[in-house]
């Protein structure tokens, strides 16, 4: 997650930096082409990443305090697996903007424009992508995330503890429930 979260200062907050001050993409030719088409396709596998990665530690967590007795629901094992599949997922979900984004050099300066319709087509919108990506890696997933930490939320107010209820056990479980719940919010 570390790694996708420095993607994004990397790539997008030079070039949001500069084109506040003008319109124009600083660097042309080849490597103004490349980064043209990087940096917004990095900022998508940035943002994918960190949410994909927040919603497995949302059910990890959930596993965690709901169900504290059985077996984790994500496996030490499997975590490279759950890692590489929210990379190949990012990957594929920024990929438009690799063939899409294109720099355009005229005579103020460059320009990085993405061109959806030229590379997919007349049937195919930018806005139709930017709606789904922000349903389903947007939306959704907060909805993905209420939802576990609300469950876990009122576990923890609810938990009903066995044996004599003295004011230094209710003192220690309060603690106790407010460093879960500490934990437990990201």
Same mark, same amino acid.
């Given at each position: 997650m570390a790694s996708s979260d420095l993607l994004f200062p990397i790539f997008w907050i030079p070039w949001f930096l500069s084109s506040l001050h003008t319109n124009l993409f600083l660097i042309g030719g080849q490597l103004g082409l490349a @980064?043209? #088409?990087l940096v917004r396709f990095f900022s998508f596998v940035s943002c994918t990443v960190s949410i994909q990665n927040l919603i497995l530690i949302a059910v990890d967590r959930f596993g965690a305090v709901v169900f504290p007795l059985r077996s984790p629901l994500i496996r030490s094992k499997l975590c490279p697996f759950y890692i590489l599949t929210t990379w190949i997922v990012a &990957?594929? &979900?920024?990929s438009p903007y690799l063939f899409a984004n294109e720099l355009v050099e005229n005579p103020e300066?460059? #320009?990085c424009v993405t061109k959806w319709k030229k590379?997919?087509?007349e049937s195919s919108s930018h806005a139709?992508? @930017?709606l789904a990506f922000y349903l389903l890696f947007k939306h959704i997933p907060v909805l993905l995330l209420v939802i /576990?930490?609300?469950i876990i939320l009122i576990k923890l107010k609810t938990q009903v503890h066995p044996g004599e209820q003295s004011a230094n056990t209710q003192?220690?479980?309060?603690?106790?429930?407010r460093n879960v719940l500490q934990m437990?919010? /990201?």
């Open positions: @980064l043209c #088409k &990957v594929t &979900v920024g300066g460059a #320009k590379a997919f087509g139709s992508f @930017l /576990p930490y609300s003192q220690q479980r309060h603690r106790r429930n437990s919010i /990201p």
